[in-house]
Every structure is written in C-alpha cells, then in structure tokens.
C-alpha cells in the first residue's frame, strides 16, 4: 500500500546518473499504475520493473507516494503540452471540439488516464493524497478556460456562462467519461458524446452566424 511521505534530500539529485535513475523509476511507475492499478504500485514491484533496488525508490523519492506523484506529474506534463499544441490552430468551438475529441481517444489508447484514475482511486486511503492529486488536477481548468476565452470570447454565446464556471464543467465531464470508461471499458459510448456535443456546436455555430434580413422602408 503507496504511503504519502516527505520528499527525501537527495545529494546527487544533480548528476545525470541520478537523474536516469528517478526517470527510469517514474517510467516503471507509469507502467505499474496502467498494468496493476495503485493497489499494485509497490516499492518492489516498480523497482523490479525498472531492474533497480527498491531502496532507490526512498532514496530518490521519500517514499512509493511520491513517487506515484512524480508519475502522475510526467504524464500531465506530456499530456499539457500536447494539448497545448493541439489547440494552437484552433478557430471555432467545432475545431476545439474535434480536437478533445481525438485528445480523449490518445488518452484512452495509451493509457494516460488510467494513471489518473488509479491516483485517484488510491487518494480515499492514503492520507494527504487526495490534496496532491487535486492540485495536480487544477492547472486543467485554467488551461480549459483560457481555451474556451480564445475560441469562444467573440461569440454572443460567451454570456451565457462564465468561462471558469464552464472550464469546471468541462474538466469534470471529461475526468467522469475518462473514469466510466475505464471502469466498463465501453469507450464507444464515450465518444459518441463527443459527437453529439460536436452537433450542438455546429448547431449553435449556425444560430450566431444567422442573421434576419433587415426591413425595407
């Protein structure tokens, strides 16, 4: 069972020995999470998957918590620039919508969100995780409203709810179809939301570009 703990002070932090040694450490953490949940997520089991000694697991990270955490970090890491990149060339609310869409579809694919869910999971028994996770959570939303600001901020429909309220909404609906889907493995139900929120776009799109022919005198 993954304990929280203080991260340790590590005297070679700066060495690049030291350094492929916690990346190869988060690596392995990666992969347990995917393949044996957080339950699995041991000292010794990510050590032997990195072919390392598990002392090197509180020696470079404070304990299997931190560590988890240090994982959790690298794939938000990855995942934030490559959302970040994706909706650079966006221009309407239908291109951001095609762009989640495929962005949900690489998650569920490499197994991303798995790391996530399991992180989650474990954050109802072990103490002061949940408040870690959360905070990695958070950037999510400044990230979604800043995106909605650029797509949506000339759109009359931009009143109609504040963006940081929406951004919220947003992350929670993607983070409960991330989590359903892994639980039942339907994917194909999540996605056909995706589509279905692409046509209300679209709709809406049409209803804000209409405009009433003017009145003759």
Do not use: C
């Not at 995917?34 to 041991?42: D, I, P, T």
């Not at 979604?144 to 951004?167: H, M, V």
């Not at 919220?168 to 929120?197: K, P």
């Amino acid at each position: 069972m993954a304990k929280a703990g203080s991260p340790s002070k590590v005297a070679t932090a700066g060495t690049a020995r030291s350094a492929n040694t916690r990346r190869a450490l988060v690596d392995a953490a990666i992969e347990t999470l995917k393949e044996h949940g957080f339950s699995g997520a041991s000292a010794r089991a990510i050590a032997e998957r990195a072919e390392l000694n598990q002392g090197l697991v509180f020696y470079h990270f404070g304990s299997v918590a931190n560590l988890l955490l240090a994982a959790l970090d690298a794939v938000s890491e990855s995942r934030m620039v490559r959302f970040s990149a994706a909706v650079t060339s966006v221009s309407s609310p239908a291109e951001l919508m095609d762009v989640a869409a495929q962005i949900f579809r690489e998650d569920l694919d490499t197994g991303h969100v798995t790391v996530l869910v399991e992180m989650i999971a474990g954050a109802s028994s072990t103490p002061g995780l949940g408040a870690e996770v959360a905070s990695r959570i958070a950037p999510w939303f400044t990230f979604t409203q800043n995106a909605i600001d650029s797509t949506f901020g000339a759109s009359p429909f931009a009143s109609l709810l504040p963006s940081d309220d929406l951004a919220y909404t947003i992350v929670a609906l993607f983070l409960g179809l991330e989590m359903l889907t892994h639980l039942d493995g339907d994917r194909e139900r999540a996605l056909s939301i995706f589509g279905h929120a692409q046509q209300l776009v679209a709709l809406l799109g049409a209803f804000s570009t209409f405009a009433p022919p003017k009145e003759t005198s």
